[in-house]
Every structure is written in structure tokens, then in C-alpha cells.
């Protein structure tokens, strides 16, 4: 049951969570360990919730495209499935109010309306991608508490690199036209230009180390979606846009260490980036899509 419940919500996909708070946390210069440790478990909550969720409102749609899936194929009942989201959605929130405080509730009470919203009713029109990149983007802003204005530059890179990966999961099953991965490749030109260049406050703070470490970081998630998504731009099939959907999640992962980087904390982006290849050797064993 209890491996069930780790297929349900993508367990190991949660390791690409708690880089959005530590970067809103650095640009907001609030690294207090306990605050921010408080908050990545509040945000794995909230999106292990919303991973229920969309299985529960996806499970008639995935008896015929994917009946492999826990509820479809009968090892998590529907009803588990809703109770287990709604649990850790509220534990999140709970979490978030206990670490944060007043702001990072109320920031974090947006954001799991937002992932309910995409889940329930957003999903399937042309507003999902946005309700997607709007709740990653929230996240980064979590940590951030009531210095959000600080954390505008990586809650968009992370936003608009989401957009990208969410146009083109629509393709997963069927596939796609090239235009999807065309979009995604070109929001990872535009995000790797805007995290390296140098400009305000942060890049002062970062200094020649930070410096280069946001350089040589931004360079690893060019390396890490890249290459998927030029692979689905020429061949937009299912497999091929999986891919580059698998890649665009593990790839949030050295985009949120080069934003910390660039914000002046060069080590501990180093040591974020290090969840990547666990990240990756975890997908093998329970797809992130």
C-alpha cells in the first residue's frame, strides 16, 4: 500500500520542491534553517496534495490512456486518493503558518488554491499551463515571506520555465506538434540569459564566486532540458515529449541553485544541485509525470 501511495503523488518528484523556497528565501536574505526547513515540508506537502488531487480528478480519463495508474488499476481507491490530498494540503498549510508565519500562510494558502484549481477545473483549458507556472511561481515566493517584491526574478524564471514543461505534457500521450517543445526551448533560452546577467542588487551580492557558480549552474540546466527538448521540437511524439517533460521537472532543480547563487549564496546552490542525479535515479523508479 504504502509503495501505492508513493506512485500516487510522485514521491521522489518532491526533491524539486524545496529549491523554490530556499531560492525565495536567499533573495529575500532570511536563511534561517528552521524557517526554511519548515517551509520546504510545507511545499512538498502541498504538491504531494496536489498530485492526489489530479490522479482523483484524472481516474476516468486515465482507466482508458493510462490504467497502470494506482487508482485505475484498483491499489488506491478514489476516496484514499481524495482524503490523502486533502490531508496534505491542510498539513501544508498548517506547516507553512507554524514556519512562516502570517505571510507564508496566506502566500501558501493561495498557492494551494491555485494547485486545486488547476487540478479540478484548470487542467484541461487554455488557462492550465498559466494556473501551473502561477503555483511554482507562488511557491518560490513562500519562501520568500513578506519580502516578495525581492523574489520576483527567480519566482519568473521558475514560472515561465513550468509554462513551458506544462504546454508540452499535454502531448505526453498522443503526441504533439513541434510548437509546444519550440516554446519550452525558447523559454530556456530566455530564463539561462536572464539568470546569468548581471544587473541590481543580486548580482552585487553574488560577487566573482556567485558570479561564476550562477554561470556554471545555469549552464546545467541548459545541459539537463535542452537536449529533450530539441529532441521533441523535431519529433513532438508521446515518448519523446515525456522526456522532455521528465527533464523539465528534474531540471527545476539547477535553475533554483543558480538563483540562489546569483542571490549570494553561491555553496548552498552547490549543494542544492546535488538532489539532480538523485532526482533522476529516483524517476526510474516512479515516473515524475
Not at 58 to 67: H, I, N, Y
Not at 104 to 120: E, F, N, Q, R
Not at 162 to 171: C, D, W
Not at 239 to 263: D, E, M, S, T
Request: glycine share 12%.
Amino acid at each position: 500500500m504504502l509503495k501505492d501511495l508513493v506512485e500516487l503523488v510522485r514521491a521522489p518528484a518532491a526533491l524539486t520542491v524545496p529549491g523554490d523556497v530556499l531560492a525565495g528565501a536567499v533573495a529575500a536574505g532570511d536563511l534561517r534553517p528552521a524557517r526554511m526547513a519548515g517551509l520546504s515540508a510545507a511545499s512538498v506537502c502541498i504538491y504531494w496534495g496536489g498530485m492526489a488531487l489530479n490522479d482523483w480528478a484524472d481516474r476516468e480519463v486515465d482507466a482508458v490512456e493510462r490504467p497502470e495508474r494506482p487508482i485505475p488499476s484498483g491499489r488506491v481507491s478514489a476516496g484514499t486518493a481524495f482524503g490523502l490530498a486533502a490531508g496534505l494540503t491542510a498539513a501544508g498549510l498548517a506547516l507553512a503558518g507554524r514556519a512562516g508565519g502570517r505571510s507564508a500562510l496566506a502566500t501558501s494558502a493561495v498557492l494551494a488554491a491555485t494547485a486545486w484549481s488547476y487540478d479540478l477545473k484548470a487542467k484541461n483549458t487554455a488557462a492550465g499551463p498559466v494556473f501551473m507556472a502561477a503555483a511554482r511561481a507562488l511557491d518560490v515566493l513562500v519562501g520568500a515571506g513578506d519580502q516578495r517584491r525581492r523574489a520576483w526574478g527567480p519566482a519568473l524564471a521558475v514560472g515561465t520555465h513550468i509554462l513551458g514543461v506544462t504546454a508540452m505534457s499535454r502531448g505526453e500521450v498522443h503526441g504533439s506538434t513541434p510548437l509546444p517543445a519550440r516554446g519550452a526551448l525558447g523559454a530556456t533560452s530566455a530564463i539561462a540569459v536572464a539568470t546569468i546577467g548581471r544587473s541590481g542588487r543580486g548580482a552585487a551580492a553574488s560577487g566573482p564566486t556567485g558570479l561564476a557558480a550562477t554561470a556554471l549552474l545555469t549552464g546545467l540546466f541548459a545541459q539537463a532540458v535542452g537536449p529533450a527538448q530539441v529532441a521533441a521540437a523535431r519529433e513532438p511524439s508521446g515518448p519523446k515529449l515525456r522526456r522532455a517533460v521528465g527533464a523539465g521537472i528534474h531540471g527545476l532543480v539547477p535553475l533554483q541553485a543558480a538563483w540562489c547563487a546569483r542571490a549570494g549564496a553561491p555553496k548552498l546552490g552547490a549543494a542544492l544541485a546535488v538532489a539532480l542525479p538523485l532526482a533522476k535515479a529516483l524517476a526510474r523508479k516512479v515516473s515524475p509525470t
